[in-house]
């Protein structure tokens, strides 16, 4: 009776879920456990991720939110949830044994994920193969040398400008000084000319101010962007291009590293606006991974996606003109945040959203200005 009453339960939470992106508070357990350890919710957590690595099963989040309030009740370094989708960073949960959780869920768990969860994303490597940089992707302001080192024998060969290198491109021959914003795209050659192991990319982005919010660095051929942005009402996989996609977290820390394909994306903009909207597809066509696996919004439990939007808020913006190409009170009352401020909105009232958040972007090294970087609402959206 009681595993099919937790079935019930399991199944309705997800149905809630799904139609809400809201984890519910399930009742309380029918039994209670110790705290076999502590875990203090970072930036970009969710419980139903952590259960699920600790436990194997989303599900099994019930399980840490009756434990840490059962645990409330006697010791203030808990404080109780009452949402389990409404945490704070710094809040300390209590995290039942495998065993314990099995008996408050009174059915089987799979085996965690992790034995051990990351308290942070780690980064995607990007570098381990044919060449080594004495230095990872970054955003700083301090200038140094940059050395490269061919684990592929042959020649390495490297660009500045966006491009993929060739046989005719720069021959590394010792340090290179990083005193400005440089991207270095690099790649072996054998004596034929025929590239040698991977090619890889690295953004040095030498700024003058605080990072505080999120930069991105999109790399790829002039030529590539620039028929882009001169054919930008054209649409589909014919007008997708590929790029090299970085993603610094606040701080400079690297985040990922990925190759992955461009869209314009966007309605009106695409004809009247000059800071165009990107749609960024995942594919292992351009050598990556398929699916993008990070945590990118701390307010979301999905950590993979095929595909992102970076909106340029053209719609919001003092530039946005009508069908006569006159402004309106759209632009004239323009406020560039609304479209996330009405999708956090509709998240605090419980409703499924396209998660998003602030991001820097960069082109090739050029500052291309504030984007919001989002969910794409479609199928696979819906899907996750």
């Not at 079935?7 to 809630?16: C, G, K, M, P, R």
């Not at 808990?78 to 960073?89: F, H, T």
């Not at 034929?192 to 690295?202: F, H, I, Q």
């Not at 690297?254 to 909207?277: D, E, M």
Request: glycine content about 8%.
């Amino acid at each position: 009776m009681h595993t099919r009453l937790s079935y019930l339960i399991s199944s309705t939470s997800l149905i809630l879920i799904l139609l809400t992106g809201v984890v519910p508070v399930g009742p309380a357990a029918a039994y209670s456990a110790a705290c076999a350890q502590d875990y203090t919710l970072q930036l970009r957590d969710s419980i139903s991720v952590i259960a699920e690595k600790y436990y194997g099963d989303v599900l099994a989040y019930s399980v840490i939110v009756d434990a840490t309030n059962l645990a409330a009740q006697d010791d203030n370094r808990y404080a109780p949830i009452e949402n389990a989708d409404r945490v704070e960073v710094g809040q300390v949960l209590c995290i039942p044994s495998q065993e314990d959780a099995q008996a408050m869920l009174g059915e089987e768990l799979s085996s965690p994920v992790e034995t051990e969860v990351s308290q942070a994303p780690a980064p995607i490597a990007a570098d381990a193969g044919s060449i080594r940089f004495s230095r990872d992707s970054q955003v700083s302001n301090q200038p140094f040398q940059l050395t490269l080192t061919n684990l592929a024998g042959g020649t390495l060969r490297y660009t500045t400008n966006g491009a993929l290198p060739n046989a005719n491109s720069t021959p590394y021959q010792g340090p290179i000084d990083v005193n400005q914003t440089t991207i270095i795209r690099a790649q072996a050659f054998d004596a034929a000319g025929n590239p040698v192991g991977d090619s890889y990319t690295k953004s040095y982005l030498l700024v003058g101010y605080a990072q505080t919010i999120p930069v991105v660095s999109i790399v790829a051929d002039w030529g590539d962007l620039d028929a882009l942005h001169a054919n930008a009402t054209q649409r589909g996989s014919d007008w997708e291009r590929p790029i090299n996609l970085e993603y610094f977290e606040p701080g400079g820390q690297p985040g990922f590293n990925v190759k992955a394909g461009v869209r314009i994306h966007g309605g009106r903009s695409r004809i009247l606006s000059p800071k165009k909207s990107y749609r960024i597809y995942f594919r292992k066509s351009y050598g990556g991974p398929g699916m993008l696996k990070y945590p990118l919004f701390e307010d979301s439990p999905v950590t993979e996606f095929d595909k992102l939007v970076l909106k340029a808020g053209y719609n919001d913006s003092f530039t946005y003109l009508n069908e006569v190409f006159e402004p309106t009170v759209q632009s004239t009352g323009a406020v560039y945040i609304r479209d996330q401020v009405v999708r956090n909105l509709h998240r605090e009232m419980g409703q499924p959203i396209a998660h998003g958040n602030w991001v820097l972007l960069y082109l090739n090294g050029q500052f291309w200005g504030l984007y919001n970087l989002t969910e794409r609402v479609d199928l696979q959206f819906m899907q996750s």
